[in-house]
């Protein structure tokens, strides 16, 4: 079944707005659809599960996140460089919804099906990050760096949310940036992208 774009955006949007109005848990598609003044037959033979709509939530942050990014303005700065403006693109895309992040990642902390669902978007997600930097390399390099960037992205994310109001995009890029160079120096995860992306 093909999914019209405003059937998922509009889905989406529900699942942000009952999130930030803290009526995120226990909803359901059907509960989304009202909520979004869809058909509810529409939205449940769309998506299966509410999972299935956060889902469509992190390809429209990928997508914006893409938008954003110049390969081209990329070729000449460093690997490291890239990902972290990639990952601010990204971060840039989900400031608006950081109280309905706060939500998602609270089900996430007490249910396992939640947490490897995100732990599988963040990985699509850094995928693509990957990729429109140049760095994804071979397909298993790919799989493996985008498994690391996922847990540093959602390691720097739970900090980012779990902080107070305080606690600054800036300051969450710079853990970024410090979590980014370990991997450089301990790992090797980083070196030699360019030359591998080039082969």
């Known amino acids: 079944m093909n999914i019209g774009p405003s059937l998922s955006e509009n889905l989406v949007a529900a699942a942000i707005e009952a999130a930030e109005q803290g009526a995120w848990e226990g909803a359901s598609v059907a509960d989304l659809a009202e909520r979004a003044g869809v058909s509810k037959e529409d939205a449940e033979a769309a998506f299966g ?8 939530f992190a390809r429209q942050i990928d997508e914006r996140m893409l938008d954003a990014l110049d390969p081209d303005e ?10 972290l403006e990639a990952l601010m693109c990204r971060l840039d895309a989900l400031v608006p919804h950081r109280a309905a992040l706060k939500e998602f990642g ?8 939640a947490a490897t669902r995100m732990m599988r978007r963040s990985h699509v997600s850094m995928g693509n990050a990957l990729d429109i930097t140049g760095l994804a390399g071979t397909e298993l ?3 493996l760096r985008s498994m690391i960037l996922a847990y540093v992205w959602l390691r720097a994310c739970r900090q980012w949310l779990l902080a107070g109001k305080e606690k600054s995009t800036d300051a ?7 979590e980014l ?4 120096t301990l790992a090797g995860c980083l070196r030699g992208f360019g030359a591998s992306a080039e082969a």
């Open 49 to 56: 599960s509410v999972g299935a709509v956060l889902d469509a």
């Open 74 to 83: 990329l070729v000449d700065v460093s690997p490291r460089e890239r990902l």
């Open 106 to 113: 609270r089900e996430a902390r007490y249910c396992p099906a």
């Open 141 to 143: 390099q790919r799989n």
């Open 172 to 178: 969450m890029m710079a853990e970024l940036d410090q």
């Open 181 to 184: 160079g370990r991997l450089e």
